[in-house]
């Protein structure tokens, strides 16, 4: 994709330190409109210290993050928060907000601390509540709602920040079965409709089914950067997560990974990765 | 009562606020015409019509009402809005800065190093104005100690702060037993020791009219910065992913919040429950979001206090220090309170 390309976050030899350990080694990590980009990696292989480095959040030691062309530093907490959006795993709040209170927070960046809540603001809140069918929700406090509709109102306040781009971390953590699947096919249609997605996650049946793009994240690196069924392998996954699988296909061509045999003994953690 | 109210209806931000401001209007006019010489609501409005000059009052009758209302019954009265004001905004402060419910303002070591201000002026016999700037800067010293061992051990991380505050307030609590001790036990120690129960007795016009507008000021910071508060409750990654600048954030609204507890204890002395207890209340009435609940818990707070001074004025012969009044009233409100709170919280 080229720099200058609409809505496209760049990560250019990005390196980081943590003491003496070098948690990021020079890596290098597109991804703009239209794109979901997955992000896989083994438990501890740096995947939130490189999410924490595209939000700007963490500054590298080496390499810079680049916003349409533009360095991060350089764009100021409030420009950058009305491009780039950030849903963290469903938390729990210390007060109870409502949804509706939640949403408008995405407002923030726009609307700052002096200028009152206006009606294009209301507006963008209906539209992000009505977008993720959670309208029903709104005047329900955020503390009583369940994983999946915490998640559904987190990526409702993303919408109304307004930016094209957002970053999601493990959105499926926690969810029930119906709950993930509901929430991909809505991730699918956000960036069908022109969002860019990069999320991290733990599911590699997730990435073939949902992702446009599935980075690999080992040793400090991105091992593997590229189209989903290219770069999952039954091979891939035994060096990103030491354990055997086979690839399976459905009747309707959908595929999927299954473990051949669990056991306690397949090496895990520091594990070399050998492309 | 909460469950069908929904805070970002139009107008129901200023409905609140007004209802409050009209609670407490009413009160001040209650807490003017009560005491030892009751007087009418007539007399205090005819007062005012004659201090405007927009009605005759005989000059005997015009003295003696400038005498009760303006020399004897209005300090006090500013003084309870100012100081149940700022303790119960510094207190939903500090609650929204620390993501804990159960903060009060003391969190940081402000009242413990302003008490030990104060009683350090007493024993140094100081004079009045001595005592208060004393007591003023001791407070601001004890959050700035407990600032300086959070930043010693931790960036910016809420523990620290928490763990700061601890080792200060126990620090200046020390320092404060050192004083007692050395203190005259004929003259100066009832004297620090009645100080410390909170009396609003000794404000004079003066030291209220000064304070009114940097309390007001303040009191106006906070509210303002009561967006930025809702988005640190998320935690500070997301709070910064929607343009907060966390860090200046915090330290901005603890040094508004510090400056506002030091202001009453060198007013009125330790005045307890009441910066802990009112956010609480206020909570139930607007909801937790802090752009609200700020203004609505200094209006109510103003109201409390006042209140409290006119129980702790009426309800013997003998004034009762109001600081006792405020702990005997907060506990019972505080536990009703909690048993309609505590479902919301999680924590």
Redesign the interface.
Known sequence: MPESAPNTLCAERLTFRRGRRLVLDQVDLTFGQGEILALLGANGSGKTTLLRCLLGLLRPDGGMVRLNGEPLPRLGRGRLATMLAYVPQAHVAPFPYTVHEIVLLGRLPRHGLWRSVSAEDRRAVEEALARMEITALRARPYTELSGGERQLALIARALAQGARLIILDEPVAGLDFGHQMRLLACLRELAASGFGILKTTHHPDQALAVATRVALLADARVQADGPPAEILSPETIERLYGVKVERLSSASGQQTFVPRALSMTTKHGAMEYQP | MLK?????KCGSRSGTLGALALILCALIFHALSTGRYPLALGDILHFLAASCGWADMPGERYALLYNILVEIRLPRVLAAILIGASLSISGAAFQGVF???LVSPNLLGVLSGAAFGAALGLLLNGSWFFVQASAFSCGIAGVFLALLVARAFGQDSLLMLILGGIISGAFFSALLSIVKYAADPENTLPGIVIWLMGSLSATTLEDTLWLLAPVMALILALS??G??L??T???D??A??????VGFARYAVICCATLLSSVTVSLAGMIGWVGLVIPHIA?LIT???HRLLLPASALLGASFLLFSDLVARNASSQEIPIGIITELFGIPVFLIVLRRAR?????
């Open positions: 069908d109210f929904h805070p970002e993501q804990n419910p303002l910065l967006r930025w809702d988005a409750a998320m935690g990654d997301e910064r992913a929607l343009g907060v600048p909570r909801g937790p979001g479902r919301g919280w999680n924590a």
